[in-house]
Every structure is written in structure tokens, then in C-alpha cells.
């Protein structure tokens, strides 16, 4: 009898293991790229650059009275570089239509900087969202709207915690695992690395084919690499490529 109880237990035992309340377990790993690691001196250089790259953009300031390291500092927004994730060349988002961030939480302001859902999707590393620790972290969802019959998505770009500075990224909580569902449905958990660097998930080419009906990709916090100092958790951006663009 204890050798079948025994048989029992571990049966239940790796059912669970694979299966959550029905749904099979699927994890994806991430491919990483190169590190954002910024000092409190470079993120003040950084953002004083793409505040004048912004009022260049909008003709607020003649970018030929710019002195020559600010011109080159710009240039080098331009090609990729910096904290901005995509800069005026051509991308997936030329055709794709992520038009609306949602979440069930952030944390309040604090003076003049923000954690609002938008942040995590605004191509800048040195914002953040941030959900509100009431009632803890985990469990915290954000949501992506996509338009019906947008170019399908294929690839999701995660750069993990609070990247503005070196200093913010240790003090502050990050993502471990987060459970993807598409459309409400759970489709699989992405863990993710402990680093300031991009990471990519690839997923099979998903669009809405209903012309009244969004893609939704819902990303839920299930786990999390502690913060030296906070509790808070905090995600720069998760950004987008697919196909059917070019």
C-alpha cells in the first residue's frame, strides 16, 4: 500500500508540475543582447540629449546651433544607439498598430516622474512602469492592444527593471517570469534574465483576423529577482517586431 501511495504521489506530483489549473506549462527563454548600463552622469547626459532631440524634432531648436558633441550624441540616437529603442528608421512599427497600453496597476507619481502603463511601451529606457505594491506584486498584469489585421507579431522585446541608472536598476525589484496569454488565453511563461540588456521571445506569427476584435498579449509578474533596496517592480520597456511590413 505505501509503495502504490508512493506511485500516487509522484504521479500527482508531475502533473502539477506540468500542468496549472489545466493549462500545459510552456517556457520560453530569452535570446540577450548587449547591456544598457548607465551611470547617474550619463543618464543626465542621455536625457539632456533626447530632450533636445525632441525640441529638434518639433522645431523648437536649430539643430545647426547644437555644439559638435551634441550634434554627435543626437546622430548617434539616430542610428540606434543611447537609451531610445527605435529611432526614425524603418521597423515593424511602420505597419504595426500597438496603439494602447492597459494595466490594473502603477504607482503613484512621485514629484514629477510617473509609472503609468504608457511608459513601458514610450521607446525610452530611462522610463519605466512601475505596478502598485498594494497587496503585493505578484499577479500584476499589463495589457497590449493591437488593431484587427495589423502585421502579425512574431517577436517580443523585454528590457528588464528600472534601467535609467545602475544604481536604480540593483535598488529596485525585476521581472523573473512573466505568463503570456494571448487573447485572455494563457499561451506560455517567459523567463526572463536578470540583466539590463534586451531580450528576445519569439512566438509564432499572431494577428486579430476578426475586424472587430484586438490582439490582446497580456503579460502577468508570477516571480521576481529582489531588489537591494524596493519592492517595487519595475519593467523599461517590452517593445514589438513581426512581419507582413516589408
Known amino acids: 500500500m505505501k509503495t502504490a501511495n508512493k506511485i500516487i504521489t509522484t504521479l500527482l506530483t508531475t502533473l502539477i508540475s506540468v500542468f496549472s489549473f489545466g493549462q500545459t506549462l510552456k517556457v520560453i527563454k530569452p535570446k540577450i543582447g548587449t547591456p544598457n548600463n548607465y551611470s547617474k ?64 496597476s502603477y504607482l503613484k507619481e512621485q514629484g514629477n516622474i510617473n509609472y503609468k502603463p504608457n511608459n513601458i511601451h514610450d521607446f525610452d529606457l530611462f522610463t519605466a512602469w512601475i505596478p502598485d505594491t498594494t497587496g503585493g506584486v505578484i499577479g500584476k498584469k499589463i495589457n497590449f492592444h493591437f488593431k484587427p489585421l495589423s502585421p502579425r507579431v ?14 536604480l536598476f540593483k535598488a529596485n525589484s525585476r521581472v523573473k517570469k512573466f505568463k503570456l496569454y494571448i487573447n485572455n488565453v494563457y499561451y506560455a511563461t517567459l523567463e526572463l534574465a536578470d540583466t539590463t540588456a534586451q531580450q528576445s521571445f519569439k512566438i509564432p506569427p499572431t494577428q486579430s483576423k476578426d475586424k472587430k476584435k484586438d490582439l490582446i498579449l497580456t503579460f502577468e509578474i508570477i516571480e521576481i529577482y529582489k531588489g537591494e533596496k524596493y519592492i517595487d517592480v519595475a519593467v523599461s520597456e517590452i517593445n514589438f517586431s513581426g512581419i507582413d511590413v516589408h
Do not use: A, F, H, R
Not at 158 to 164: A, C, F, L, P, V
Open 154 to 167: 512574431n517577436e517580443i522585446l523585454i528590457y528588464n527593471g528600472y534601467i535609467k541608472n545602475s544604481d
Open 41 to 104: 552622469q550619463e543618464q543626465i547626459l542621455w536625457q539632456t540629449i533626447i530632450d533636445k532631440y525632441e525640441k529638434v524634432n518639433s522645431g523648437d531648436l536649430n539643430y545647426e546651433k547644437l555644439s559638435s558633441n551634441e550634434k554627435t550624441l543626437i546622430d548617434s540616437l539616430e542610428m540606434g544607439y543611447g537609451p531610445m529603442t527605435e529611432g526614425p528608421g524603418c521597423s515593424w512599427y511602420c505597419g504595426g498598430q500597438m496603439y494602447k497600453v492597459s494595466s490594473n
